[in-house]
């Protein structure tokens, strides 16, 4: 739990970075509607859980209970075998490089050479905003050193303009916060008073614009936000916190959740109006995952409520069954639900979501959609 006194935005400075290889630049190109190529350069994420392609696996002393995307039956659908994605199938990010004519980015800290050229990324599960929101994740201001660090070897391989170029034209994908807001209402809970609320939201937001102003600095100007979903309808948050079954969700997270979004669309705006080549994209996650969990057969799902796989009330908890230890259910077509554990949705949710992030109306991810930000020159 961050304290609230902790109103400095720190950056952690990463003392021996992991080394990896670059490989050559490539470009690709993909035809619009009007029938001219853009250039793709690259995608860069950061975030949590939703956009993790499985850094967390290869951080160290990591649990099965810390990480259970390791085991089956996640990534059944689409992988055939755990790869450390908390989903079924493919994730948002996974989708958004296909649309973009971009190979899938592979985990960061996956010990092999990767193509920066290409973008990175970072994300992990469990990271907040704040270093202390949950230990032993990569954190997002670890996450913004590990970037820093692929910038200047971009620098080192392609030269300081052609380097500039690639990070300006780049798009930076993030999903951040929840974390931070679970942690908080844990502790809190409804005794949190709304100045309280206020003050811990400003906190957040206040860090992650200390983010997103050094991702400037270092090259970034095109930022694409997914912003805090409706994390009181979470099935793990409603098995939590013992919301009966047709009661609806948890209202005081989905309260910090409604004040995060209002407060980071006023400071993008902001950011726009100062800095100068700033673009952004924000896509109304909470809107979009919320309709599909109160009205499921409307987007072709069956259930919005339960997850497909885990235990307990919505099942809620340990899908996997810590590696098969303790039992669990799993529902035959992960497909029908949008869920696909307690906390995650599945590669079917995942799909739709991530069209609206690519090619949303303006009052679902505006004012620039990615594959707008993607075709923006720099």
């Not at 910038?151 to 951040?176: D, F, M, N, P, R």
């Not at 796989?309 to 497909?335: D, F």
Request: hydrophobic residues 35%.
């Amino acid at each position: 739990m961050a304290s609230l006194s902790y109103l400095v935005y720190v950056l952690v400075s990463l003392l021996n970075p992991i080394s990896y290889l670059l490989h050559g630049h490539q470009q690709f190109n993909y035809k619009t509607s009007d029938d001219h190529e853009v250039e793709y350069k690259a995608l860069f994420v950061f975030g949590d859980s939703p956009f993790d392609p499985g850094n967390d696996q290869y951080l160290p002393n990591v649990t099965v209970e810390e990480d259970p995307s390791t085991t089956w039956p996640y990534g059944e659908t689409f992988f055939h075998r755990p790869n450390g994605r908390a989903c079924d199938g493919r994730i948002v990010p996974d989708f958004i490089a296909k649309f973009a004519n971009l190979p899938m980015l592979p985990p960061y800290l996956q010990p092999s050479p990767k193509n920066f050229t290409e973008g990175a990324s970072f994300a992990s599960a469990g990271a907040g905003v704040f270093v202390d929101t949950s230990s032993g994740t990569i954190n997002l201001p670890l996450q913004l050193s590990y970037f820093k660090s692929v910038t200047e070897l971009l620098q080192e391989e392609l030269g300081e303009e052609e380097a500039k170029s690639l990070l300006a034209s780049a798009v930076y994908l993030i999903s951040v916060g929840g974390n931070d807001y679970f942690t908080f209402y844990a502790d809190y809970q409804e005794n949190a008073t709304e100045s309280l609320q206020q003050e811990y939201v400003a906190i957040v937001i206040g860090n992650l614009t200390g983010v997103l102003q050094e991702i400037y600095d270092l090259g970034g100007r095109k930022i694409a936000f997914q912003n805090v979903g409706p994390l009181g309808c979470l099935p793990y948050a409603k098995q939590l916190y013992d919301v009966k079954f047709g009661s609806g969700c948890v209202e005081g997270l989905q309260s910090l959740a409604r004040q995060h979004n209002k407060a980071l669309a006023g400071v993008l705006r902001d950011l726009e109006s100062q800095l100068p080549g700033f673009k952004y994209s924000i896509f109304e996650y909470y809107d979009a995952l919320t309709d599909r969990v109160l009205n499921p057969t409307k987007y072709g799902f069956e259930d919005g409520t339960d997850a497909c796989c885990g235990t307990g009330p919505y099942r809620g908890s340990y899908c996997g069954g810590l590696n098969g230890t303790i039992a669990y259910e799993l529902c035959s077509n992960p497909g029908d639900s949008v869920w696909f554990d307690g906390s995650h949705t599945t590669e079917s949710a995942n799909l739709q979501l991530a069209k609206l992030i690519w090619s949303g109306a303006p009052n679902v991810t505006g004012p620039y959609n990615v594959k707008q930000l993607f075709e923006q020159g720099c």
